[in-house]
């Protein structure tokens, strides 16, 4: 067998059935969703539900101001996988004028200066309105619930709220309220509640009590999220200044008509071929297309050099993922980005030839079409940085650190039903940590700009009505037309790293979801960071400790600048199956952190 095989101990069972099965980053969320499938509600359904509730019971990781991506398959058009659009673009007045006038050479990494317009509830919204069969008030009695009688706060969310403690009581006294309500930092498993958000979803449901149907209620609720009360509150509390990551004082600079003029919207995904599976990724307006990159590039390798586990696979991925990360860092962004070169066997086979037996430290993007090299080159930022420091800050987004590991993150949720519908969604942005929370609406906006350069030469430069580079990637894998995996995974720029491991594990080495999840991940940080202050390691490499020392020392001896991360602290990735000719239907969730699960039958 050219994989390594699975370790015989697995933390959980891969689930089994042929009625429906979900699989998301908080138990809740995963309860919710399944228990949609049971009351007959359709994958979709049971997705908004589950993401909803994720506002609530992960407030660290995500928020209703943040952004999603998502794709799915329906059951009636099976062979034609769409993409859910929910990344919000660049206010009109975020320009790169504006920023430098007010002294900044970064977009920040919080602060209302870093936000985008808010995509993910219209997204959600525009998905439930076209492809589900609830009624809102029934998809949103989770969350309701939740934030009005409350849930038990992960360790993780209360140790995010104490790293800012001081920061929400010296500068933003409205997230104090909220998150410190008795003027101290919640205990895990503590009891807490947010009614103002509940206020908020049951106003989007009143909104639409009129109207004569299902989709005419939603679509009432999408306007008044858009233009109504909710917008109005977010226009009229940014412009009052506040601290930056910066350490300076700014006011934002979205308004209503920034809130109103976002649609979200379904398009066709990026796709290629591999072993006789279609892979269908978001485009180049996010990081979607690296993962493409590596496994064209991966594909010309004997199935040895495609394992993780041994020291030749993890060198080789390591190696390609340098290389399509460098692309991602140099040509990708909202506009004309030609992935059909990018994307070519041709292309790949010149990227293949620059992988030899040793790490490279460069940053090596490739040439055009036309055999040239990209007006732009992102700034390698490592001067006057703790080196390790830095390395260890590939663990997750860089939004929140604790001793070089980031608790800051993101969300995902991936279900499939009896009929063949299949989503794979990865909600994130606006975190707790993100901007002041906006008392009456009892959320805050996110910080996906800080994705932009201020450089007009950068393919993903700060531009208004420009969406910024996201990293939000979900994925979902066919077979001869029909859907048969969905996944994905939290982690910012990892995210197509960790679910590059688990595509190759499931579809080259014949692993169980569940086998695949578990495994021993790793990926790199050399590359220009997506997140403020956007550094990078040349050479950098995080690994599981249960990689093995032969791999490990053998990675070092090859020149990777490895850090250790312990055990079981890379990756966060979910996934559910479905065997279109059986009916057979399984999932996994990541075992990590004790938080993620899956549910079915």
């Known amino acids: 067998m050219p994989f390594t095989p699975p370790a015989e101990f697995t933390t959980r069972p891969t689930l089994e059935g042929h009625f429906g099965m979900a699989a998301s980053t908080h138990w809740l969320a995963t309860a919710a969703s399944q228990a949609v499938l049971e009351r007959g509600g359709n994958a979709f359904d049971a997705a908004v539900a589950g993401a909803f509730l994720l506002h609530v019971v992960e407030p660290h990781l995500n928020g209703p101001a943040g952004d999603m991506t998502?794709?799915?398959?329906?059951?009636?058009?099976?062979?034609?996988?769409?993409?859910?659009?929910?990344?919000?673009?660049?206010?009109?007045?975020?320009?790169?004028?504006?920023?430098?006038?007010?002294?900044?050479?970064?977009?920040?990494?919080?602060?209302?200066?870093?936000?985008?317009?808010?995509?993910?509830?219209?997204?959600?919204?525009?998905?439930?309105?076209?492809?589900?069969?609830?009624?809102?008030?029934?998809?949103?009695?989770?969350?309701?619930?939740?934030?009005?009688?409350?849930?038990?706060?992960?360790?993780?969310?209360?140790?995010?709220?104490?790293?800012?403690?001081?920061?929400?009581?010296?500068?933003?006294?409205?997230?104090?309220?909220?998150?410190?309500?008795?003027?101290?930092?919640?205990?895990?498993?503590?009891?807490?509640?947010?009614?103002?958000?509940?206020?908020?979803?049951?106003?989007?449901?009143?909104?639409?009590?009129?109207?004569?149907?299902?989709?005419?209620?939603?679509?009432?609720?999408?306007?008044?999220?858009?233009?109504?009360?909710?917008?109005?509150?977010?226009?009229?509390?940014?412009?009052?200044?506040?601290?930056?990551?910066?350490?300076?004082?700014?006011?934002?600079?979205?308004t209503v008509e920034d809130i109103a003029g976002f649609d979200a919207h379904f398009e066709p995904p990026v796709t290629i071929e591999f072993r006789g599976f279609e892979i269908a990724k978001i485009g180049a307006w996010g990081q979607g297309p690296v993962l493409l990159q590596a496994l064209k590039i991966l594909d010309g390798f004997d199935d040895e050099r495609l394992d993780p586990s041994?020291?030749?696979?993890?060198?080789?991925?390591?190696?390609?993922?340098?290389?399509?990360?460098?692309?991602?860092?140099?040509?990708?962004?909202?506009?004309?980005?030609?992935?059909?070169?990018?994307?070519?066997?041709?292309?790949?086979?010149?990227?293949?030839?620059?992988?030899?037996?040793?790490?490279?430290?460069?940053?090596?993007?490739?040439?055009?079409?036309?055999?040239?090299?990209?007006?732009?080159?992102?700034?390698?930022?490592?001067?006057?940085?703790?080196?390790?420091?830095?390395?260890?800050?590939?663990?997750?987004?860089?939004?929140?650190?604790?001793?070089?590991?980031?608790?800051?993150?993101?969300?995902?949720?991936?279900?499939?039903?009896?009929?063949?519908?299949?989503?794979?969604a990865t909600p994130s942005g606006g975190w707790l940590q993100s901007s002041p929370t906006i008392p009456q609406l009892g959320f805050c906006l996110g910080t996906r700009l800080q994705m932009t350069w201020l450089d007009e030469k950068a393919p993903s430069a700060l531009a208004p009505g420009k969406r910024p580079r996201t990293t939000l990637t979900p994925t979902l894998i066919s077979k001869d037309g029909d859907p048969v995996i969905a996944l994905g995974s939290p982690g910012g720029d990892q995210q197509e790293q960790w679910q590059l491991l688990l595509i190759l594990r499931l579809l080259v080495g014949g692993y169980e979801a569940q086998q695949a999840i578990d495994a021993p991940a790793l990926h790199t940080t050399s590359l220009a960071a997506s997140f403020w202050p956007r550094t990078w390691v040349p050479g950098g490499a995080v690994v599981e400790d249960r990689l093995g020392e032969d791999v490990i020392n053998g990675l070092i001896a090859r020149g990777h600048v490895v850090t250790r991360a312990g055990d079981w602290e890379l990756g966060r990735l979910s996934c559910v199956t479905r065997d279109p000719g059986t009916g057979r239907i399984t999932a996994g969730a990541n075992p990590r952190g004790a938080q993620g699960y899956a549910a079915g039958r």
């Open 70 to 254: 998502g794709i799915f398959a329906t059951a009636a058009d099976p062979g034609a996988p769409q993409v859910m659009m929910g990344q919000g673009p660049a206010p009109a007045a975020a320009t790169i004028e504006h920023y430098r006038g007010e002294g900044l050479d970064m977009v920040p990494g919080a602060g209302a200066l870093a936000a985008a317009v808010p995509g993910a509830v219209d997204s959600w919204l525009n998905l439930l309105e076209h492809h589900g069969t609830w009624e809102l008030a029934e998809a949103l009695e989770f969350a309701i619930d939740y934030a009005d009688n409350g849930h038990p706060i992960l360790e993780r969310a209360a140790g995010t709220i104490a790293k800012v403690r001081e920061l929400f009581t010296e500068h933003w006294p409205t997230s104090a309220a909220l998150w410190m309500p008795r003027g101290e930092v919640p205990e895990a498993g503590e009891t807490v509640c947010n009614h103002a958000y509940a206020d908020v979803l049951r106003r989007l449901i009143a909104a639409g009590e009129a109207a004569d149907s299902r989709e005419e209620r939603i679509r009432a609720a999408r306007r008044e999220w858009k233009s109504g009360f909710v917008a109005e509150a977010i226009a009229e509390f940014i412009v009052t200044p506040h601290r930056h990551s910066t350490g300076g004082d700014h006011a934002g600079v979205m």
């Open 310 to 424: 041994n020291e030749l696979g993890a060198h080789t991925i390591l190696e390609a993922l340098k290389l399509a990360m460098a692309d991602r860092d140099t040509y990708y962004g909202d506009g004309d980005v030609d992935l059909d070169w990018l994307l070519s066997d041709e292309y790949a086979a010149s990227r293949r030839r620059l992988i030899t037996d040793v790490a490279s430290p460069e940053f090596r993007p490739g040439e055009t079409r036309a055999g040239q090299r990209s007006a732009f080159t992102p700034p390698l930022l490592l001067e006057g940085a703790d080196r390790e420091e830095l390395i260890r800050a590939g663990i997750g987004e860089p939004t929140v650190q604790k001793n070089g590991v980031n608790n800051g993150d993101t969300c995902h949720i991936d279900v499939v039903d009896r009929w063949g519908n299949m989503i794979s």
